[in-house]
């Protein structure tokens, strides 16, 4: 008996997807070896390229196991290898972000003791602390 057409499709459509995520993988290796000699902006654009796909790929995974007939035919045991992997990832975030920003508020008070602090970016700093919902 042959596949019905809606799982035609769907498999199509799920190897359309990783194929998809294999290449962005392989643009991100590639990429790696040339942002060793990045200068800054180059490393910005590339951390929030990274962002970006990140999001459209947890948007996607949220999407996938919003899916009835997905999370009704996966087995408990892809989900929780999914669980587990999610929340190593959330966990690593985490504690980057606690790193990333304790550090950063570390440099900015030195700045600060020196007098280093460009005034004109001091400025917005402060027009962000009064704005709601930024930071």
């Known amino acids: 008996m042959s596949e019905p057409l809606v799982i035609k499709t769907l498999t199509s459509s799920l190897e359309r997807w990783v194929e998809g995520q294999k290449a962005v993988l392989a643009s991100l290796q590639k990429a790696e070896e040339q942002l060793k000699g990045a ?47 999610v929340w190593e990832i959330m966990r690593m975030l985490l504690e980057l972000d606690i790193e990333h920003t304790s550090q950063f508020k570390e440099h900015l008070a030195k700045l600060a003791r020196e007098g280093r602090l460009n005034p004109l970016l001091a400025v917005q700093g402060v027009e962000r602390e009064r704005a709601p919902g930024v930071l």
């Open 39 to 85: 200068d800054r902006l180059e490393l910005v654009l590339a951390t929030r390229m990274a962002f970006r796909h990140m999001i459209k790929t947890l948007e996607a995974f949220d999407r996938w196991l919003q899916d009835h007939f997905i999370v009704g035919h996966m087995p408990r045991e892809m989900l929780e290898e999914v669980r587990g992997r």
